[in-house]
């Protein structure tokens, strides 16, 4: 399949749904330090596969998806800590850091063919 818009990368799509249910999740939450940098780190591994994916050449591409899969690592590290602070049940703390290591796969997968 060929890629003609960053909609089509499968890590972007995922990065979506992660998003999508971090911004569920936590719309309720009252400790908005928290809220804002969980969101903040699930929408910029969406944005910086989008923003690369615009960029001119596979050089800058890659650098982007590099700060993308650094934000996957600060998603995982944020569920430990939303799951021992009761923010989040066990089973969504498990799906939400599964689905962040497959798009973290997917990305590293994207950075060796770019190379």
Same mark, same amino acid.
């Given at each position: ?17 992660? $998003?999508?249910?971090? +911004? ?7 400790? +908005? ?46 569920? +430990? ?5 009761? +923010? ?24 060796? $063919?770019?190379?």
């Amino acid at each position: 399949m060929q890629i003609e818009k960053f909609e089509d990368i499968i890590a972007w799509q995922k990065a979506k749904l992660l $998003t999508l249910d971090i +911004y569920k999740s936590f719309r309720l939450c009252k400790d +908005y330090g928290f809220k804002d940098q969980i969101q903040r780190a699930s929408v910029s591994i969406m944005n910086n596969v989008a923003e690369g994916f615009e960029r001119k050449g596979d050089k800058e591409f890659s650098r982007f998806l590099f700060i993308a899969k650094a934000s996957c690592g600060e998603v995982r590290s944020m569920i +430990y800590i939303a799951h021992d602070l009761r +923010y989040i049940s066990k089973e969504d703390s498990q799906k939400y850091y599964d689905l962040s290591v497959e798009i973290s796969k997917l990305i590293s997968g994207f950075i060796k $063919t770019l190379r």
